[in-house]
């Protein structure tokens, strides 16, 4: 029996969702993943890489235990193969009789883009968000995560768009608790989700070189679940895609890529460090807010001005109708 996802939200069910990175997989290599509360298996075969049900439909053993064999996935439990088709093509038990026609497995679409693997539960008609600068050869990509948050995707979002908590989450990384002040600024929801430019930030050292000055973050959510920023400082531009998994009712997974046209000197692992520590400071915050789910009526929670982004971003998912993790 195929496992229901936890929510009929046409919106998620029909968008492709990352659940492993690409380059991870090495030839042969078999993950679990989780998605909208599907156990999912994903391996890498002769034909590529492979996201199905994660169940046998024999006995109902995950097939993420088992391995690859001749192109083929087994089941750990008693050695079923399933092909790249999701179609059982071997019974050891019974080496010389024909696997039934009902002995396969729940297929998924498989897409690689980012050097991430998208696939949906449901029946995706477009494409995966659009990250440009990661074959941008003016930019390096840098990837990060993935972060495990129990917290449900929107109001993971939300913390990512949001400047207010910069000079406290993140004194001395992000932010500066003697420039907690945010300027004006405008957020608008466009065909393609929630804008908004050149918000001025003061940051103790923006780029790495030590040096404290304002930058402009421009902020961009781009799906229900993927949001975007870039910073810039004169030529330079540092911008990051934040791409959230809804993995279950209660938990999420961020996937990053930074990319850059500066600093191409300093090591890729120093600046994923320097990330990891930002969402582990982000973590906590994050887990303790109540109600889980993002309350979308306006009146819910206090606004400022310095939210627009944030009000702009519960507008639109009104709009869009989005009601896996809002209330
Ligand atoms: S449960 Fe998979 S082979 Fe029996
Ligand atoms: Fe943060």
Redesign the pocket.
């Known amino acids: 029996m195929a496992a229901a996802p936890l929510t009929d939200d046409p919106l998620l069910l029909n968008d492709w969702h990352v659940v492993a990175r690409a380059s991870e997989l090495a030839p042969g290599a078999v993950r679990s993943a989780r998605l909208l509360g599907v156990d999912l298996v994903v391996w890498r075969g002769e034909d590529g890489i492979q996201v199905w049900d994660d169940l046998?439909i024999?006995?109902?053993?995950k097939l993420s235990g088992g391995k690859v064999k001749e192109g083929c996935l087994m089941?750990p439990?008693?050695?079923?193969t399933y092909d790249a088709d999701g179609a059982c093509v071997g019974i050891p038990a019974h080496p010389s009789q024909k696997p039934p026609p009902r002995a396969r497995t729940r297929v998924h679409p498989a897409r690689v883009l980012y050097d991430m693997v998208w696939t949906s539960v449901g029946e995706p008609s477009g494409e995966p968000p659009p990250f440009p600068e990661f074959s941008d050869p003016a930019y390096r990509s840098i990837p990060s995560g993935p972060y495990a948050f129990n917290a449900l995707g929107p109001r993971v979002i939300e913390n990512f768009l949001d400047v207010g908590h910069f000079p406290f989450v993140h004194a001395g990384y992000l932010g500066d608790p003697g420039h907690p002040e945010i300027e004006d600024y405008e957020a608008e929801i466009t065909a393609s989700g929630v804008i908004a430019r050149d918000i001025p930030i003061w940051q103790p050292d923006p780029d790495g070189t030590g040096r404290a000055a304002r930058v402009l973050y421009t902020y961009e959510a781009i799906r229900p679940l993927t949001a975007r920023f870039t910073k810039a400082q004169g030529e330079q531009r540092f911008t990051m895609i934040d791409i959230v998994t809804p993995v279950d009712a209660g938990h999420s997974v961020a996937w990053a890529i930074m990319a850059m046209n500066y600093a191409f000197d300093v090591p890729e692992e120093k600046i994923r460090v320097f990330q990891d520590e930002v969402t582990a400071q982000d973590l906590p915050i994050v887990e303790s807010q109540r109600p889980e789910m993002l309350p979308l009526d306006l009146q819910a929670e206090l606004h400022l001005r310095s939210d627009r982004t944030a009000i702009a971003y519960r507008k639109w998912l009104r709009q869009l109708g989005l009601r896996y993790g809002t209330s």
């Open positions: 046998c024999h006995r109902g053993a089941c439990y008693h050695g079923w």
